[in-house]
């Protein structure tokens, strides 16, 4: 049990999210930066799919009440265990009763605490992502507060040999130079302007203070559309579509643009004009607020290409951690 | 007019684009239309039939779809061609498909929607009238009366779910010269009751929950159609209960029945009114409002 | 002998120095402060933070102007510990 003394300003529990539910309105939620999520399972003997929390600019306070295994990874937030630092991106080991203290995100925005067992709240709908809009997953359906109780399940076989691992240093990120994501520009980018559809990718944006699970709003110049006579059903504004589905990592113009994150809405009628790559939503998801960031425009090829190679980085973590 | 038929739409070749690696969007069409939509369920229907590997989400909207796929299952361009053989197979006069008539009750001008669209009449194209009677207006009827007839005249088809969790988008059954349509509020409310019945475009939708908003309020139902807790009987596979292709017929009820299904609704034991029908677009085309009544008469 | 201390923003946002556009602000420089008094807010993601005084002391001068945007480890205000 993880007894949590103060929650910090958004910590949920996240897995890699429910799918099969988009078509309902139900986003997958999940963690939004899945290689930090999925490297803390890995240093701590879990499945990549157990259940971290997800800590956004401040961590959590917590207490343990029986000896544990847990692994931070992510934005650099400073954890202390008995006011002592500890390392990330490293398996440590917790006694009954130790106190952990997870600080303030200096460099990345999110990062992750997992504990060996994984967090073991209840599945709703396949996943124990948290997600807060309709109160489900997590724990209660919220991010987390002074005096919740999170369970934690069995350990796998030998997750306390993993104390002392270490992730070799070329497999962490450096969250302060990425500020490049590559997109794939496509869905209804027909409706820029080609001169919008350059600045989309020349502009450099920042990341607004409202940035969250949601979506990434960003700021920069403004995006102008082709004219046209508005087709039926669109609604009257040039950004209106027929309403359509957006994909996880679209962006979508309103006027400046906004990223669908993992708790974004699922549809809706603004013009979609590119999505974030998989490989790089959870580097979009480090960049903190008031930080800037660029598209670079890739092919599909490109695309599959840098998913293909994170996949195969994270087997790579996995047999370096398991020996 | 009564005996109108509706044309099917002679739709532009699909634009098949990719959301980066592991998403498909296919547009049928820029405006909507029946024919567009029908396409739209009739294709995802079939991916859904063939359990294709590697699609992870398959979404009908609108006027077009979209697929989330494992792109290290599948490459989207092997799912492309995969789409347009279906797509170039389909005969929309042929394909039928089973879904649900559902009895939706609707309080109209009650007073929850009453007082949130007055809160915001700063950010309406009409300050000085209600919802309602602006859109009674702008479409040609001469009383509130005259336009509610329309609305539930004639049942709505979800064509597509989402924004948050249990929203339908309806597009009423009736030819493209019947259509009602109203622009959305000129800058969004940043409140709307929840089970709210809006209108905006050429959609009607139901609110889930609480929160902000653009479409034009007309009333609110006493029903869920999200259930996170799935407490109530319709809701034990699913907390979501309208889904694509669903044909809602809104049903003018008052304030004492308002109260008395949302009694039901508090104590858990509300059932939805709903019949299984086969639907056959093609039927529906020759001769839609002969059609509507055979199909709501199954709920009356 | 005083000396001075500088408070910084854990978290970057939007920097608010009252809690509503109609209220005064919190602290004003001239202001004595204890250890924990909130000194201003931070938005980020619609929630709010709020920054305290780490130590008593006087307000001194404030380095960002209410509504600001800041960086995380920004210096906000200066306090003079006795």
């Given amino acids: ?323 | 007019m009564a005996n109108e038929r509706i044309k099917p739409v002679d739709l532009p070749e699909p634009r098949y684009e990719y959301g980066a690696d592991d998403h498909v969007f296919v547009e049928l069409a820029e405006a909507m239309s029946f024919t567009a939509n029908f396409k739209a369920m009739a294709i995802t229907q079939q991916v859904a039939e063939r359990d294709i590997e590697g699609v992870v989400e398959n979404c009908p909207a609108n006027a077009s779809y979209m697929l989330r796929i494992d792109p290290e299952v599948i490459h989207p361009d092997d799912l492309i061609a995969e789409l347009r053989e279906l797509e170039a197979e389909l005969d929309l006069e042929e394909y039928e498909w089973e879904t649900r008539l559902i009895d939706v009750p609707v309080l109209f001008q009650d007073p929850w929607t009453h007082e949130t669209l007055m809160e915001f009449r700063d950010r309406h194209q009409d300050a000085d009238s209600t919802d309602l009677e602006y859109s009674a207006r702008i479409n040609g009827y001469d009383s509130v009366e005259a336009f509610l007839d329309a609305f539930v005249g004639a049942p709505h088809m979800v064509t597509m779910v989402g924004f948050v969790p249990g929203l339908p988008w309806c597009f009423q059954m009736v030819p493209r010269s019947e259509q009602l349509e109203v622009p959305k509020y000129v800058e969004p409310r940043t409140d709307t009751p929840s089970r709210a019945v809006g209108f905006g475009g050429a959609f009607s939708v139901i609110y889930p929950v609480q929160g902000a908003g653009g479409y034009q309020l007309y009333g609110r139902t006493p029903i869920e159609v999200l259930d996170v807790d799935q407490s109530l009987p319709d809701f034990g596979d699913s907390m979501v209960f309208p889904n694509p292709g669903d044909i809602l017929n809104y049903r003018r009820i008052d304030r004492e029945t308002y109260d008395e299904i949302r009694e039901q609704v508090e104590a858990g034991t509300y059932e939805y009114t709903y019949e299984r029908v086969r639907f056959s677009p093609e039927e529906f085309f020759e001769s839609p409002h002969e059609y509507n009544e055979r199909l709501t008469e199954v709920i009356e | 002998m005083s000396q001075t201390t500088t408070v910084n923003s854990p978290m970057p946002g939007v920097f608010y120095r009252r809690s509503d556009p109609e209220e005064a602000p919190f602290v004003e420089p001239g202001d004595s402060v204890e250890a924990g008094d909130t000194i201003g807010l931070v938005e980020v993601m619609k929630n709010f933070h709020e920054i305290e005084a780490d130590q008593a002391g006087t307000v001194g001068e404030f380095h960002v102007e209410d509504e600001s945007e800041i960086e995380a480890d920004q210096a906000i205000v200066e306090i003079e510990v006795e």
């Avoid at chain 1, 961590?59 to 343990?64: P, S, V």
């Avoid at chain 1, 650099?76 to 006694?95: F, K, Q, R, Y």
């Avoid at chain 1, 990718?201 to 960003?218: F, I, K, P, Q």
């Avoid at chain 1, 607020?289 to 599909?300: A, L, N, P, Q, R």
């Fill in chain 1, 1 to 323: 049990m993880i007894e949590i003394r103060e929650g910090g300003i958004a910590s949920t529990v996240q897995d890699l999210g429910r799918t099969g539910h988009y078509h309902i309105g139900m986003p997958p939620s999940g963690a939004m930066d899945e290689y930090a999520h999925t490297v803390a399972n890995y240093l701590v003997g879990n499945d990549g799919d157990a259940a971290t929390v997800e800590m956004t600019y401040q961590g959590i306070t917590a207490t343990f009440d029986d000896d544990a295994v847990i692994a931070i990874t992510g934005a650099d937030m400073s954890p202390e265990l008995n006011g002592d630092p500890i390392g990330t991106w490293e398996t440590v080991a917790v006694d009954a009763g130790d106190e952990l203290d997870v600080q303030f995100a200096t460099d990345g925005a999110r990062a992750y605490l997992a504990v060996a067992g994984g967090v073991d709240v209840p599945e709703v709908m396949g996943s124990r992502s948290t997600y807060t809009l309709v109160g489900i997953g997590g724990h209660e359906g919220r991010g987390l507060e002074a005096g919740d109780e999170l369970p934690i399940g069995d350990p796998a076989n030998g997750s306390a040999d993993l104390v002392g691992t270490r992730l070799p240093a070329e497999y962490v990120p450096d969250y302060a130079d990425e500020d490049t994501v590559r997109i794939v520009v496509g869905l209804t980018s027909y409706r820029l302007t080609d001169e919008a559809r350059e600045t989309l990718c020349s502009a450099e944006w920042t990341v607004s203070a409202e940035a969250d699970r949601v979506g990434y709003r960003l700021e920069g110049p403004d995006l102008e559309f082709e004219e046209r006579d508005q087709p039926f059903g669109a609604g009257t504004d040039p950004s209106n579509v027929v309403d359509l589905g957006y994909p996880i990592g679209s962006i979508q113009v309103p006027q400046q643009p906004i990223v669908l994150m993992q708790d974004a809405v699922t549809g809706g009628g603004y013009a979609t004009v590119g999505t974030v790559i998989s490989a790089d939503r959870g580097l979009l998801a480090q960049r903190q607020t008031h930080k800037t960031v660029s598209f670079e425009s890739v092919d599909v090829e490109e695309a599959i290409d840098a998913r293909r190679r994170r996949s195969e980085r994270l087997a790579e973590i996995r047999s370096v951690i398991d020996g």
